[in-house]
């Protein structure tokens, strides 16, 4: 195993009376939040630290970038670092892209999302 599968983090959903049981990765995890984020309009893009910059220009697309997740069996806290769109209100756009994350992960996982952080990360002059 290398040491990227090490670290990556799962979540056990145990139910009674099932016949087996479901992991969710934070991986998942975070892969729903920034495809939430995303599809808000006044989100131009995620995004996210130097290293997630480089393997986006090597051509790799990385679906959590800006996104990180801490999953712990009570609960989910997200945190996003987005661009947003020139000429939109940054509380309304924000405040959109908290609901739709939670809706999307609560929908999606059965997890309960208990924070979605926002930092606004830049503006976007052009619609790219």
């Known amino acids: 195993m290398s040491k990227e599968q090490d670290k990556v983090i799962q979540y056990k959903i145990h139910e009674e009376g099932?016949?087996?049981e479901v992991q969710i990765?934070?991986?998942v995890v975070a892969i729903i939040a920034g495809l939430a984020a995303t599809e808000v309009e006044g989100v131009s893009?995620?995004?996210g630290n130097i290293t997630n910059e480089?393997?986006?220009k090597l051509g790799m697309k990385n679906l959590?970038?800006?996104v990180k997740v801490a999953v712990t069996p009570e609960s989910v806290s997200v945190d996003l670092a987005l661009e947003l769109e020139f000429g939109y209100s940054i509380p309304a756009v924000s405040a959109t892209v908290?609901?739709?994350v939670k809706s999307a992960i609560e929908t999606m996982t059965g997890l309960t999302v208990?924070?979605?952080n926002i930092r606004?990360?830049?503006v976007s002059l052009e619609n790219e």
């Open 18 to 20: 099932k016949i087996g």
């Open 25 to 27: 990765a934070d991986e």
């Open 45 to 47: 893009k995620m995004a």
């Open 54 to 56: 480089l393997v986006s």
């Open 64 to 66: 959590s970038k800006g």
């Open 98 to 100: 908290q609901e739709r």
């Open 114 to 116: 208990d924070e979605v």
């Open 120 to 122: 606004i990360a830049g």
